[in-house]
């Protein structure tokens, strides 16, 4: 499938103004799902971009690592999405990015690198309510499938969409209730930020 018929699916979306400014990066999936009516994108969404020179593309200084996220088409909302932050004071810049294209009714997971293991909070910043949970699994994907009591094994031979698909309707029919906190609180609470680099080989 080429990117002209990929951009036409995001057209009807709130995926169009974040594909228009380049927020889409790194997509493992993006277009139409199974579920009919269903756009959706699993990839990297660039929040902070850094300094562009000549036409290059500007690389993201900062973004919301492994995001997933659904809308249905003609709507002007994302109903589902899920990502890894390094830090929980991001929540504000995924607020900000994503502005419009969030509502009140809609499910949104944000596992925070640096929230204590043994904690989970909903945080509703300027009116939209945030799910915010520790870093357990290794990946968001494991962790929403810990959460949402869905086997990996029974998703096994359904493709990107179909995983897509089943992780976003499990989603929105997620009720749990946890603590709930403020942003100002959260950054209260929050642990230091660990260095991504640390460790890695040179």
Known sequence: MNDTILDKELDQTPFARLQLEGRLLNAVFKGATQTPQRVGFRGELALRFGPQLADEARP???SCEQFMA???AGSSHLSFFAGWLLSFEHL???A???GDALFPNGKYFLFCDNIDLSNRYQVLYQGTPFYVLPIVESTVYNEM?????LEKVALKKKDTAGKLDAVADAG???NLSFE???YARGLDL???VRNPNENRPV
């Open 60 to 62: 993201p200084k900062l």
């Open 190 to 192: 929050m642990g230091p």
């Open 70 to 72: 659904v809308a249905s």
């Open 96 to 98: 900000e990015v994503l």
């Open 145 to 149: 499938l810990e959460l949402l009591y």
């Open 172 to 174: 929105l029919r997620f």
């Open 92 to 94: 504000k810049d995924v």
């Open 180 to 182: 709930t906190t403020s």
